[in-house]
């Protein structure tokens, strides 16, 4: 059984528009010739105010402005949500406040009206500081952009990060050790590094599959992804998940409520949610196309697309996907407080047993872990525990 009430909320706001798409994302976002921003901020404000009235008596964790390119929304649009929220729910002084941005030269102008607004921590897609592999990933900024929006952030933002995009085409292993070198100039107390990964329906799909370009093998991945802990972890930036790193107590807020399986609304577009709500954990999304979701928010004051209560097995499921991937493991508490079973009463007893025997699991009394080998195999080691459930 869930928690009667879980007091803590993480709010998302998903703005769904880009420039450009770029050919390796899968996520839920556009390209317009225009925005009508007033019209998109009242649709926003509504759905925000419904939301509120779901849940009432919470206090807010974290908010993240996520999309798409939320950097494109106007300053004022940030500040009206931002202080919608805060008459609904009210925003503490200690309150996460995360922007996702481009180090776009335009999005740049707009850093210092962004912490005025309230934003108290910025995330730079950068992707890269070679101009070679900005064109290849689609991207319209040049390195020399990366570096002037991180000179900027980290004069106006108490907190920043930014993501790379590692394991290219053709890229050496010695290559990436001088990216690596030359980014830890900019990084601060957290960074976000991913594995470049080919996604169905996306232009790289097609391209991959008609061998225009060739990925590394699964043993340069690996020595890339090892090499990368190992660094990041001498100069203090430790790996808290797959793919993230922080010095400790600079973690992501709201996305550890992901990770940890806590409870998270969402608003926008294709925005997900998992509120707790009297002895049930429901689950939820909204419309993902942003001009249906537009038309329904206006009419009914909510894109919501489908509602459901999740099934101990389903929590389960969640559950395990989301905290092997943090370095402090999946707490079998929690497992047990939000599901009504131990995580041995779940699983099939054997494929514990040899994933531990193979050293990919560790299995405590209060965490069962991937161990750092056990990271490069995620995928086949959930696969395995979740499969026939018991």
Request: charged content about 25%; proline content about 5%; hydrophobic content about 35%.
């Amino acid at each position: 059984m869930t928690n009667k009430l879980n007091p803590y909320l993480s709010l998302y706001i998903h703005w769904p528009f880009c420039e450009t798409k770029c050919p390796y994302c899968d996520f839920n976002s556009h390209v317009r010739p225009e925005i009508d921003q007033e019209r998109w901020k009242r649709a926003l404000l509504s759905e925000l105010a419904t939301e509120s009235d779901l849940y009432p008596n919470r206090k807010i964790s974290s908010l993240f402005f996520g999309g798409g390119t939320p950097s494109l929304m106007e300053p004022d649009t940030i500040t009206a949500l931002l202080q919608a929220v805060d008459q609904h729910w009210g925003i503490g002084n200690n309150v996460e406040i995360t922007l996702e941005a481009n180090p776009n030269s335009v999005e740049k102008t707009r850093f210092k009206n962004f912490r005025s607004a309230g934003i108290n921590r910025l995330s730079i897609g950068a992707q890269s500081f070679d101009d070679k592999a900005l064109k290849f990933l689609g991207r319209t900024h040049t390195a020399r952009e990366v570096i002037a929006a991180l000179d900027i952030a980290r004069t106006t933002f108490p907190r920043y990060s930014f993501d790379l995009i590692y394991c290219r085409p053709e890229q050496s292993m010695d290559s990436w050790k001088e990216e690596l070198t030359f980014a830890l100039e900019f990084t601060n107390d957290h960074l976000s590094l991913y594995q470049l990964t080919i996604e169905r329906g996306t232009p790289f799909f097609s391209s991959h599959r008609d061998e225009e370009f060739r990925m590394p093998d699964e043993d340069t991945a690996a020595e890339q992804y090892e090499y990368t802990r190992d660094v990041l972890s001498c100069v203090g930036l430790f790996p808290y998940e797959v793919s993230n790193h922080a010095t400790p107590g600079e973690e992501c807020r709201h996305n550890l409520t992901y990770w940890r399986y806590g409870d998270y609304a969402g608003i926008g577009p294709g925005a997900h949610g998992r509120v707790s709500d009297s002895g049930n954990k429901l689950a939820y999304h909204r419309i993902s196309n942003p001009e249906n979701w537009l038309l329904q928010t206006e009419k009914m004051g909510t894109g919501l697309q489908k509602k459901n209560k999740l099934t101990p097995k389903e929590i389960l499921e969640e559950m395990v996907l989301m905290g092997l991937r943090l370095t402090e493991g999946l707490d079998l508490e929690e497992v047990k407080k939000q599901t009504g079973r131990s995580i041995e009463n779940w699983v099939n007893p054997d494929s514990l047993v040899l994933l531990i025997e193979e050293d990919l699991l560790i299995l405590t009394e209060n965490k069962l872990q991937a161990t750092q080998e056990g990271f490069l195999r995620l995928d086949s080691i959930t696969s395995m525990l979740l499969a026939n459930l018991a």
